[in-house]
């Protein structure tokens, strides 16, 4: 289940670093994150509210970009957000160029990993952009807990490790160039052995991949929703899609709020409109 909340929390910049060749880590903090809480779930996302001032662009309103929270500190009060950068994007820019003492407005997060009391296992798929999401789920699994991932990165160098209690088993594959389709995720998930007894698949990455790769699990293998939780995080060329969807918006909103009518569940309505897509080429 996803948590609602419409709070905004002011942030303050307390440090920064490079994970990796293309993953930038942030720290927030400050007074302002005084009554921020995490929502209970290791794959909970935020909003960044980016001022356009800090990234050189005019205007008022800032611009929201959603991302991962690695880690939050109760403790310390201190927000991680570990962010992807690459030659363009707003966040990029603003990850590069954030200094202490800099300010940002968060969201509340929300999140929804939740696998099922019986789970025996987990199996975690990811490319870059969902590894600080991936990462985390990894690293506070229950000790003991058998659990696999499947992790992309675009090269040797842009590994990272994965702290986990659970008795992980860990598989990286390289793909240099994620903004061509054609990941590697998708053909290591078809050959993966799914262990013995019920288990549970998150995966989060490019969005095509992540439709081929709930395909397999909800029709092929024929899991049950409670069974798995598939994410597209990202889109090559977006503002291309965006534009060729804007032509099937209006039906794709008629069969969600059709489907929420008859009481169907959202994976049902999701096939629904994932069809009329694939018939406009998205």
């Known amino acids: 289940m996803v948590d609602h909340d419409d709070r905004v ?25 005084a009554e921020f809480g995490s929502s209970g779930h290791p794959d909970e996302w935020l909003q960044l509210f980016i001022p356009p001032g800090a990234v050189g662009l005019p205007g008022p309103d800032p611009l ?20 992807v950068v690459h030659d363009h994007g707003v966040a990029t820019r603003w990850a590069e160029r954030a200094q202490p003492g800099d300010t940002i407005s968060v969201s509340a997060p929300a ?3 939740g696998p099922a009391p019986d789970t025996e296992w987990v199996l975690v798929v990811a490319d870059q952009t969902a590894l600080p999401a991936a990462s985390r789920i990894l ?11 499947i992790l992309e990165a675009p090269g040797p160098d842009c590994v990272l490790p994965i702290p986990s209690a659970a008795e992980l088993n860990v598989s990286w594959l390289f793909h240099p160039t994620p903004a061509q389709l054609g990941s590697p995720l998708t053909p290591a998930t078809r050959v993966f052995s799914m262990p013995a007894g019920p288990g549970y698949v998150w995966m989060a990455g490019e969005a095509s991949c992540s439709r081929d790769i709930r395909r397999y699990v909800r029709h092929e293998l024929g899991w049950k929703p409670v069974r798995y939780d598939i994410v597209g995080y990202w889109r090559p060329e977006a503002e291309r899609y965006q534009r060729r969807y804007r032509a099937i918006e209006g039906r794709v909103g008629e069969i969600w709020d059709q489907g929420q009518a008859r009481g169907k569940d959202t994976e049902t309505i999701a096939d629904e409109i994932y069809a009329v897509m694939e018939t406009h080429g998205l």
């Open 9 to 33: 929390f002011e942030a303050r910049v307390v440090r920064t670093s490079l994970l990796t060749p293309v993953m930038r880590r942030v720290v927030l903090g400050g007074a302002g994150l």
């Open 64 to 83: 929201n970009r959603w991302y991962s929270v690695r880690r939050w500190d109760r403790a310390s009060r201190e927000l991680t957000v570990d962010i």
């Open 111 to 113: 999140g929804r990993f």
């Open 139 to 149: 690293e506070e699994l229950p000790a003991g807990q058998p659990a696999y991932a």
